[in-house]
């Protein structure tokens, strides 16, 4: 069953290069409603947690440092069809090939700095959201 919520992160390039506001009054001004958010950074033990899903590719190891380089803003987002929806509004991972307009096409440098993370199930979006709030955070 689709729910209407989505789990983001604006990750630490975006927070380094001040893109922070930029971001989430995109978000805002697409229709999200922030129900939980949160500026903070992962240790490598965090990080490496939060990506376990990952940890037997090639990339673990490099997405664990820079993801716990930096403070990062976690959030829970609402709207309606809220995983495809964000989806759209972040764009391709590649940032040269995401569409103009998008968050990737305007504030990320590269396909590993890519600005912002976002929730690809209704599954991961419960289980990343679940990770970093409790039910007493979310609004």
Do not use: C, W
Not at 24 to 35: E, P, S
Not at 88 to 95: C, F, H, V
Not at 112 to 132: K, L, M, P, R, T
């Amino acid at each position: 069953m689709a729910t209407n919520r989505t789990f983001t992160m604006l990750k630490p390039d975006a927070a380094a290069n001040g893109y922070i506001g930029g971001i989430l009054k995109m978000i805002n001004d697409a229709g999200f409603r922030i129900v939980a958010m949160k500026y903070t950074k992962l240790s490598a033990e965090a990080a490496g947690k939060f990506y376990e899903v990952h940890k037997e590719r090639p990339f673990y190891g490099e997405l664990v440092t820079y993801m716990s380089s930096g403070p990062i803003v976690a959030a829970i987002l609402e709207k309606e069809n809220a995983i495809p929806a964000f989806r759209t509004l972040i764009g391709a991972t590649d940032p040269a090939k995401a569409d103009a307009g998008t968050i990737r096409k305007i504030y990320a440098k590269s396909i590993s700095a890519n600005a912002v993370h976002g929730s690809d199930s209704d599954e991961n979006a419960q289980i990343e959201g679940n990770f970093f709030f409790s039910e007493l955070e979310r609004f």
